[in-house]
């Protein structure tokens, strides 16, 4: 988030007891989670801190970093760490002194020597590679840790400039360059399982793509003359060595990014800190690559912007555990926090933010509950900031006065977080992997907040309910571990990945790998930034059995044979006459469906073990935006491979809503999304529409009757799965779901609280031992007549739920025991 040229001064008088909170923040208590709430202003002092801290544990406040206040950040971190708080400070940075960037002649520059003051921008403005960047950042951390006292500082909104086409054409960048192709910058220290390591360039080119270039492949007799192409001067028709010019630049871009955080995260390290950032999604344009900060060595905590729209929680679902795997895969020593931040302050909350109208979800209570606390499970996010605080909590907190909307959504967002950590969901890995291309080297969606990428195999299991992981290159072995069925559909690849893949599939000849048209023939050699469709080597993938690959003539003709183990599960009938957008590929194997005389769909034997599904045709460019032939016969090839596999979906019924379900200690969390809804001017948990009722059918245990608990409405029902286990669930007049269901049990027991279990027992067990940071509740199911819940050894006050077994009770401040008798 870009901070406004206006700033607020916090003007605090709203006094709470202090002795409480700081005796209470002393200690971890046992059994509280550890995911920290972070709080963002543009100043503070004690008033703010006692009141964050009446309504959540666990906390870090975050100040804007101004060098023209340092005492009173200092007095801020000061009061910070009295009450126990993490104290960081942020800015859009590095803040230089006025004129610095002229005096050094440090300005960032484009491919037509322009500066971003002339394109508008405020920020980013400073050229990465420039050491006057460099050296004003350094001074920021130097005030930041040794005069403020902070914990850290973040750099918000770490990207280069993005509007107007490419940036970083000045004569320090090419200075960059030219070392990191030589080899002679450093390198990059990255950790992972083992010792840390130094990375070369070429190295990190190679994970992306498998591709190392000489001199001479650009035309060029050393890496001295480098210089990168600029788009103005290549022409519509440009070179292969301009091509592999322009894909180089791509890398070299990233990779310089990547070295400026390196260097800014070793200078806050000797200061005794941490570097931490607020990182845009990945795009070509901007630098970002958030899977290398996981793994550079020398940075701390990434906060990820992922709030721009409720569709993040499902994209996120599909796609976050590869962008998390370096966080994860560590030891203890090397671990990193992982970070989410909101914007519901900075999202059109108060009429003199600066930031224009809302976002779509924040000003919708529930909306925001449920889709903080599915990104944060998506995720599993260690801890998650909130921008930004604009004022006094005796104005923040009037319920008459203009930051009344941002209190709420402050409330209900980091109240769904915190849920989250209590409940601890486990998104299960998925069956289905599904490959294709990263936005650092290829022109296609925000890696991480999309998994409509051009020519992809996935969109249509959205539709199909089918659950599946994206990962991109570099591609891991835990990544693969595990999967029944890999959708390889990258426009162009590493050669070096398909060995890799082969093994996978010799280890379990149940797996299948399914891909595509001209996927299998573009290893990737550095020339593209779009998809090019055409085959390249017919025989590239011929370790799996692909070769003699053939572009054909065929678009067009009927359904002819279809394989009998097909029959049932794939639901064009013979005789369907189809328009392909693309002409078909003949390759040898058996036909599994054909279209008139050629293979439509065929499998094909791989060398030492194993099969490929390969479909003959193209999937649609774009999936989302066609009604086409190939649309529907993707999705109903797709839908008939998955069951004869045997993939069990996550639901049946409306393709309007996507399913995204967690484990629990007992039972299953489920996030559900109107996806007809997450582009609407203002997204709300209800919705005026008079459709008629939408139905999904959640798979579970066939026979077995289920609690359901609908967390944004707070009601529980009871409902048996059918004889093919599927759970009705009806979706009218809403747009979004968190349910929590679970096997009802034949005892008591915890459908759900939002209090910290203070003892070892399962989380719905009872008697249970319950901390309520503030003012709690549970909801206790399997109560027989005439018997009462106990809160520490008191009949408590129940309120009655629409089960007469199920009852709710409130739970003041503090520590209680709770039971049935």
Request: charged letters at 25%; proline letters at 7%; glycine letters at 8%.
């Given at each position: 988030?870009i ?5 607020r001064?916090?003007?605090l008088?709203f006094l709470?007891?202090?002795a409480s909170i ?17 709080f963002?202003g ?6 703010l801190?006692d009141?964050?801290a009446?309504w959540w544990?666990n ?6 970093y ?5 005492a009173?950040m200092?007095?801020?971190a ?7 708080m993490?104290f960081?400070v942020?800015a859009?940075?590095p ?7 002229d005096?050094?002649n440090a300005w ?8 971003p003051?002339e394109?508008?921008f405020a ?6 590679c420039h050491?006057?960047t460099?050296a004003?950042a350094k001074d ?8 403020v006292?902070a ?5 918000v ?5 993005w509007?107007?086409?490419q ?11 030219r070392g990191?192709l030589?080899?002679?910058?450093g390198g990059l220290?990255?950790t992972g399982?083992g010792?840390?390591r130094t990375?070369?360039f070429?190295?990190?080119?190679a994970e992306?793509?498998g591709?190392r270039?000489?001199p001479?492949?650009?035309g ?20 292969q060595e ?7 630049f ?8 990547l ?7 070793a ?5 005794g800190?941490?570097?931490?950032a607020s990182?845009?999604p990945?795009?070509t ?7 290398m900060w ?5 940075t ?11 569709w ?6 599909h ?6 795997e370096?966080?994860r895969?560590?030891?203890?020593k090397?671990r990193?926090r992982l ?8 999202a059109?909350?108060?009429?003199d ?7 779509p979800?924040?000003?919708d ?7 903080t606390?599915?990104i944060s ?8 900031e909130?921008d930004y605080i604009?004022?006094s909590?005796?104005?923040t ?8 909307d941002c ?7 980091m109240?769904?977080?915190?849920q989250?950590?209590l409940d601890?969901?486990?998104?299960p ?8 291309n ?11 907040q999309s998994v409509?990428q051009k020519?992809?195999l996935?969109?249509?299991l959205v539709?199909?309910?089918?659950d599946?992981?994206?990962a991109?290159?570099?591609?891991s072995d ?5 999967r029944k ?7 162009d690849?590493?050669?070096d990945?398909l060995p ?8 379990d000849?149940?797996?299948v790998?399914?891909t595509?048209s ?7 050699k550095?020339l ?6 055409g ?8 370790i ?7 572009a054909?003539e065929?678009?067009e003709?009927?359904?002819g ?19 392909l957008?693309k002409s078909?590929v003949?390759?040898?194997g058996e036909?599994?469906?054909t279209?008139?005389d050629?293979?439509?769909v065929?499998?094909v ?5 194993g099969?490929?599904i ?13 009604g086409t032939?190939?649309?529907m ?6 839908a ?5 596999i045997?993939i069990?979906p996550?639901a049946?019924?409306s393709?309007?809503?996507a ?5 629990l200690a007992e039972?299953h969390?489920?996030f559900?999304l ?6 609407a001017?203002?997204f709300?948990?209800?919705?005026t529409?008079m459709e008629p009722?939408a ?8 026979g ?8 944004l409405?707070?009601t ?5 799965a059918d004889?093919l ?9 809403r747009s979004?779901r968190?349910?929590?269901v679970m ?8 459908v759900?609280?939002?209090c910290e279990?203070r003892d ?7 008697p249970?031992k319950?901390?309520a940071?503030r ?5 206790v ?13 008191v ?5 009655d ?5 199920c009852?709710m009770?409130?739970?003041p401040k ?5 039971e049935v008798r």
């Amino acid at each position: 988030m870009i901070f406004p040229a206006r700033r607020r001064s916090l003007a605090l008088s709203f006094l709470l007891p202090l002795a409480s909170i700081a005796a209470e923040a002393l200690a971890t208590p046992p059994g509280r989670p550890d995911q920290r709430i972070r709080f963002c202003g543009f100043g503070g002092d004690g008033a703010l801190l006692d009141c964050l801290a009446e309504w959540w544990p666990n906390l870090d406040y975050c100040r804007a970093y101004d060098p023209a206040r340092v005492a009173d950040m200092a007095d801020l971190a000061k009061a910070a760490k009295q009450r126990s708080m993490r104290f960081t400070v942020q800015a859009a940075g590095p803040v230089m002194p006025e004129g610095h960037l002229d005096k050094h002649n440090a300005w960032s520059i484009d491919f037509l020597n322009r500066k971003p003051a002339e394109l508008g921008f405020a920020h980013p403005v400073a050229d990465y590679c420039h050491p006057a960047t460099l050296a004003a950042a350094k001074d920021n951390l130097r005030v930041s840790m040794e005069d403020v006292g902070a914990d850290a500082f973040t750099m918000v909104d770490f990207v280069w400039p993005w509007v107007g086409g490419q940036w970083g054409y000045s004569e320090a960048c090419f200075r960059a360059y030219r070392g990191a192709l030589a080899g002679s910058d450093g390198g990059l220290r990255i950790t992972g399982p083992g010792k840390p390591r130094t990375m070369s360039f070429w190295d990190y080119l190679a994970e992306l793509s498998g591709v190392r270039f000489q001199p001479a492949d650009l035309g060029l007799r050393s890496w001295s003359e480098y210089e990168p192409v600029r788009p103005n001067l290549v022409g519509e028709n440009p070179t292969q060595e301009q091509r592999r010019n322009a894909f180089l630049f791509r890398a070299l871009f990233h990779w310089c990014w990547l070295k400026y955080a390196q260097e800014t995260g070793a200078h806050a390290k000797s200061l005794g800190g941490e570097l931490e950032a607020s990182l845009n999604p990945e795009n070509t344009g901007n630098g970002t690559d958030l899977l290398m900060w996981g793994r550079l060595a020398d940075t701390g905590t990434p906060w990820l912007e992922q709030w721009g729209s409720p569709w993040n929680a499902i994209a996120g679902y599909h796609t976050y555990r590869y962008f998390t795997e370096p966080y994860r895969l560590v030891d203890a020593k090397q671990r990193k926090r992982l970070g989410l931040i909101g914007e519901t302050g900075a999202a059109g909350g108060h009429p003199d933010s600066g930031f224009g109208p809302a976002r779509p979800h924040y000003w919708d209570p529930n909306s925001n509950y449920a889709i903080t606390w599915a990104i944060s499970a998506a995720g599993n996010f260690d801890d998650r900031e909130e921008d930004y605080i604009w004022a006094s909590p005796s104005e923040t907190l009037d319920p008459a006065g203009p930051q009344a909307d941002c209190w709420r959504g402050y409330v209900k967002a980091m109240d769904g977080f915190w849920q989250y950590a209590l409940d601890a969901p486990v998104r299960p890995i998925a069956p289905v992997l599904s490959i294709v291309n990263r936005s650092i080297l290829h022109s296609t969606d925000n890696s991480e907040q999309s998994v409509h990428q051009k020519y992809s195999l996935a969109p249509a299991l959205v539709d199909l309910h089918v659950d599946f992981e994206q990962a991109y290159f570099p591609l891991s072995d835990a990544m693969l571990a595990g999967r029944k069925v890999l959708l390889f559909a990258p426009w162009d690849y590493p050669r070096d990945v398909l060995p890799r893949l082969q093994a996978w599939l010799r280890e379990d000849l149940s797996r299948v790998l399914v891909t595509h048209s001209f996927v299998p023939s573009r290893p990737c050699k550095g020339l593209a930034l779009d998809p090019l469709t055409g085959l390249d080597e017919p025989d590239a993938a011929k370790i799996l059995g692909l070769q003699q690959l053939r572009a054909t003539e065929v678009r067009e003709g009927k359904i002819g044979n279809i394989a009998a183990e097909w029959e049932g599960h794939f639901a064009i009938a013979p005789g369907t006459m189809i328009k392909l957008d693309k002409s078909l590929v003949a390759c040898p194997g058996e036909a599994l469906v054909t279209l008139g005389d050629e293979s439509l769909v065929t499998r094909v034997a791989v060398p030492g073990g194993g099969q490929v599904i390969y479909l003959n045709f193209s999937p649609p460019e774009r999936y989302e935006d066609s009604g086409t032939d190939t649309a529907m016969l993707y999705r109903e090839v797709m839908a008939a491979i998955t069951k004869t596999i045997g993939i069990t979906p996550l639901a049946e019924g409306s393709t309007s809503w996507a399913c995204a379900r967690y484990d629990l200690a007992e039972g299953h969390a489920y996030f559900l999304l109107d996806r007809t809804k997450v582009k609407a001017d203002r997204f709300t948990e209800e919705t005026t529409s008079m459709e008629p009722a939408a139905k999904l059918y959640l798979k579970l245990k066939a026979g077995t009757r289920y609690l359901i608990y609908d967390q944004l409405a707070d009601t529980v029902a009871t409902r048996s799965a059918d004889d093919l286990g599927r759970l009705e669930i009806f979706l009218s007049g809403r747009s979004v779901r968190l349910l929590k269901v679970m096997p009802v049990k034949s005892g008591p027991g915890m459908v759900f609280t939002t209090c910290e279990r203070r003892d070892r027992a399962g989380r719905g067990d009872i008697p249970a031992k319950l901390h309520a940071h503030r003012a709690g509740k549970a909801i206790v199911s399997g109560i027989q007549p005439g018997a009462k819940i106990m809160v520490n050894g008191v009949a408590a006050p129940t309120f009655d739920t629409s089960l007469p077994d199920c009852k709710m009770v409130l739970l003041p401040k503090g520590d209680h025991s709770l039971e049935v008798r």
